[in-house]
């Protein structure tokens, strides 16, 4: 296997994540902020911080096909969120849980950033997300 997740005794628990990843492949996959958008740039989940996540993880899942990768091969997710508060974060997780299985995203999750912002390039946009995976 090309990424291995773990996380090391000590480390602060619990999270949904593994804290470290250890990639040995060769080609360098970055997925660029995806965001909840069809493939004609239409607007998905208006107003929705959880249907927002699960469409942007679709469109992760789309960016890394591509490149024949998938979230196997994910070594770090970032996520940028809009006006974060500690009160979204069930709204959040629900988000990503809608899709894991669906996505076949690894539980715990690659090591990942929640990022807190004003606010992303268009007012709409409730959160984006950015992938880095690492293949053979």
Do not use: C
């Amino acid at each position: 296997m090309t990424v291995q997740l773990s996380t090391p005794e000590g480390m602060f628990q619990p999270v949904p994540y593994h804290h470290v990843a250890v990639a040995t492949g060769t080609r360098h996959v970055h997925v660029a902020g995806q965001i909840a958008r069809d493939g004609q740039g239409n607007r998905l989940s208006p107003g929705d911080l959880a249907g927002q996540l699960a469409h942007a993880l679709r469109n992760t899942a789309r960016g890394l096909a591509g490149a024949g990768a998938d979230f196997s091969d994910v070594v770090r997710l970032r996520f940028y969120v809009t006006d974060w508060e500690p009160e979204k974060y069930t709204e959040f997780m629900a988000g990503i849980e809608s899709v894991t299985e669906e996505l076949g995203i690894p539980r715990p999750l690659p090591p990942l950033s929640a990022i807190g912002v004003d606010y992303l390039f268009e007012p709409d946009v409730l959160v984006e997300v950015e992938a880095e995976a690492v293949l053979d």
